[in-house]
């Protein structure tokens, strides 16, 4: 249904332990009912995600954090008041009220306000705090589009609300600055540099081999089903290829190619990123051939997405294939 539409009905899933996939700023999130534990334990099953890593909390508006999670240091307190509503996810204590299964038995939790209208409208219809990852399967693209929610999960969803592209297209940022020194736990649509003007400088610290501390930090993930391989320069054409390019089409006759942002802007080139993966894992290439993008502000984030989509890359399996 469409995500501008009356939202009783999302709204009353979402109370009664149902799953609402909903369109925020990012990326389209799959709802549920983060005070029911039972309703949280549908998303790691409908999305086949393991149970040790944690989900982020949404809320409708920022007057809401500290009525659910008590006081929080003023380095959050000052993000909050600064990008909230927005693509910053910060990590608190987590309160009682929340059951352990949403933060994968972490005594601290991710919580985010969605600069997204109808994602709030919809949280706040519902009047319960909404956890929500990605609305996909676990370790696959994110999805940017409704489309792409139904093809990925389809029956798993009790409710799909259409709200047309994602404006940034990849995930929230995440913080943690509960401590003296905030460390940015997952590189994300808002850029460090501008955290950096509220905080003073900050630990980048992305990545995680054993149990994750906040959500979309392992070090495979973001993958399309093809293999991505992530490399400098385009390279000799390969019959049955994809190419993903920043700004320029690559020479040779690739069987598909994905241009990020014909102009350079790597604002642009963040809003493409899944949507560009997703039309070339259709294409049903062999291989996506990925190039990274200027390393930095947003294309930060765009060249981890892409590094941990390279990180399944088996160059043997592939040589066997072609």
């Keep these: 249904m469409p995500a501008d539409g009356d939202l009783g009905e999302a709204s009353a899933v979402l109370r009664t332990g149902g799953l609402v996939a909903f369109p925020t700023e990012t990326v389209y999130g799959l709802g549920a009912n983060a005070l029911d534990a039972r309703a949280a334990a ?7 995600r393991p149970s040790f890593d944690p989900l982020i909390t949404h809320l409708a508006d920022a007057a809401d954090l500290e009525p659910l999670v008590g006081p929080v240091s003023p380095a959050v307190a000052a993000l909050a008041a600064r990008f909230w509503p927005g693509p910053l996810t910060l990590i608190v204590d987590r309160p009682a009220e929340i059951p352990p299964i949403v933060t994968s038995g972490l005594d601290s939790m991710a919580v985010r306000v969605p600069d997204h209208e109808h994602a709030r409208r919809l949280i706040a219809a519902a009047g319960v705090p909404v956890a929500a990852p990605s609305a996909n399967r676990f370790g696959q693209l994110s999805p940017t589009r409704a489309e792409h929610v139904v093809r990925g999960l389809g029956a798993a969803v009790d409710m799909v609300l259409d709200g047309g592209p994602t404006r940034c297209g990849i995930e929230s940022t995440i913080v943690d600055a509960r401590g003296d020194h905030p460390v940015v736990l997952r590189l994300g649509a808002l850029p460090v540099e501008e955290l950096e003007k509220v905080t003073g400088p900050v630990t980048v610290r992305p990545g995680s081999s054993g149990q994750p ?3 979309g930090t392992l070090a495979a993930h973001y993958a399309p089903r093809t293999p991505l391989r992530l490399v400098s320069g385009a390279g000799p054409v390969g019959a049955g290829r994809g190419y993903l390019a920043f700004r320029d089409r690559p020479a040779g006759d690739w069987a598909a190619v994905e241009v990020l942002s014909a102009s350079g802007d790597l604002t642009e080139a963040a809003a493409r990123l899944f949507d560009a993966l ?6 049903r290439v062999t291989e996506i051939v990925a190039e990274p993008v200027p390393d930095t502000g947003v294309g930060r984030a765009v060249n981890d997405r892409l590094r941990r989509a390279a990180a399944t890359w088996d160059p043997a399996a592939h040589e066997q294939q072609v």
């Design 278 to 283: 997703h039309r070339l894992d259709a294409a």
């Design 213 to 215: 501390v906040a959500p």
């Design 42 to 48: 549908r998303i790691f099953e409908a999305k086949q």
